[in-house]
């Protein structure tokens, strides 16, 4: 079993940054690719970044490209997400996100991943 928990959402203005961490624990040496998914309001659950497990390999969805930063320090079982430059459509609920089985490259399908955390809300104000 691996527990994911997520810290660090809150309310931002528009331009403004926030970091979001996850920190998991349980078997996290089975820990592979990590992920950051988001869910709107009336939305359906989306990819946001997602990195492998030596942390060389990442992907951003093109709503954040330029603007979020996905890291992960294994020796600290911790994923961040750096959030910059942020807008009122990021506002949503954050899920981190991880995948024990297979490689160890990073996966940006929902169904590719194995474990979820409960989430933090990110609103951003205009």
């Known amino acids: 079993q691996v527990q994911l928990e997520e810290s660090g959402g809150g309310l931002a203005q528009a331009g403004g940054s926030l970091t979001l961490t996850c920190k998991h624990s349980?078997?996290?040496?089975?820990?592979?690719?990590m992920g950051w998914f988001r869910q709107a309001q009336g939305k359906a659950r989306e990819i946001v970044a997602a990195?492998?497990?030596?942390?060389?390999?990442?992907f951003y969805a093109d709503a954040v490209k330029g603007r979020f930063t996905i890291s992960r320090d294994n020796s600290k079982n911790m994923m961040s997400l750096q959030m910059k430059s942020l807008k009122p459509e990021d506002t949503a609920v954050y899920y981190c996100?991880?995948?024990?089985?297979?490689?160890?490259?990073?996966?940006?399908?929902?169904?590719?991943?194995?474990?979820w955390g409960q989430g933090t809300q990110v609103t951003v104000s205009s």
């Open positions: 996100a991880a995948v024990v089985r297979g490689s160890n490259q990073y996966k940006t399908q929902e169904e590719d991943y194995d474990y």
């Open positions: 349980g078997r996290t040496t089975s820990t592979n690719g």
């Open positions: 990195i492998s497990w030596s942390g060389t390999s990442t």
